[in-house]
């Protein structure tokens, strides 16, 4: 069974430090993860989806890298923003199916101005 | 144009009624999901669907019917609502399975 861990649960920093969020999964036989973002009573947002072939994926001031071998995937922010404050959620196929996503419980981000 | 859209965001209810959440998305994409966000903010899936056929039910109760009239459509039909259904439900779709998922802006579905 597909386990998926955050850590830490919550993150405070100050505006414009750089940090990095951390993702484990049990299970490395996957095709891909993905990382989104929650705001408070919102939906999910796609930030990077990283297929098992790729080691990284960049957006902007985000970059996700992935090791499958050791089941690990980190979500990197530069020069953060108190707009980057959110929820931070990773995602990877499960079970041996694609058709459902396994979820980390999440990292709270709060940037302070 | 928003890609997944849910309605309504807000349902409250009484035990017992029966509801429907409804999810299009005009993506094109040929496979809709439905998830279930708890009290602690977790999100589990419910029921995955690929060309309106029902891929994954994740031992969801009997009570909770989806149904996909069309590839674009994933409605949630929930009968004799209970307190444990408050929740906030999310669908998702994505080309294929292995591809990207974009998720809706979520029902809060609250049972009184």
């Known amino acids: 069974k597909q386990e998926v861990t955050q850590i830490p649960a919550a993150l405070s920093v100050p505006e414009g430090e750089n940090l990095v969020l951390n993702c484990s999964f049990t299970?490395?036989?996957?095709?891909?993860l993905q990382w989104f973002r929650q705001d408070p009573g919102k939906g999910l947002t796609s930030l990077l989806l990283?297929?098992?072939?790729?080691r990284e994926q960049t957006s902007g001031r985000l970059n996700a890298s992935l090791d499958k071998s050791s089941g690990r995937s980190t979500l990197y922010i530069a020069a953060s923003q108190p707009g980057d404050s959110a929820t931070y959620l990773c995602?990877?196929?499960?079970?041996?199916?694609?058709?459902?996503?396994?979820f980390g419980k999440g990292t709270l981000l709060t940037v302070n101005p | 144009d928003t890609a997944v859209s849910q309605t309504p965001k807000y349902l409250v209810t009484q035990m017992g009624n029966d509801k429907s959440i409804k999810c299009e998305q005009n993506?094109?994409?040929?496979?809709m999901y439905w998830y279930k966000q708890d009290s602690k903010k977790f999100l589990k899936i419910m029921f995955s669907?690929?060309?309106?056929?029902?891929?994954i039910n994740e031992t969801v109760p009997n009570r909770f019917s989806p149904k996909s009239p069309d590839k674009a459509h994933l409605n949630l039909h929930i009968n004799s609502l209970e307190l444990g259904d408050s929740a906030v439900y999310f669908c998702?779709?994505?080309?294929?399975?292995?591809?990207?998922?974009?998720f809706g802006q979520g029902t809060r579905l609250t049972v009184v």
């Open positions: 990283i297929q098992s072939s790729q």
């Open positions: 993506l094109g994409h040929d496979t």
């Open positions: 995602a990877v196929p499960s079970g041996g199916s694609n058709y459902k996503l396994t």
């Open positions: 998702a779709s994505s080309q294929v399975a292995e591809q990207e998922a974009f």
């Open positions: 669907y690929n060309n309106k056929e029902l891929i």
């Open positions: 299970d490395s036989a996957i095709y891909n």
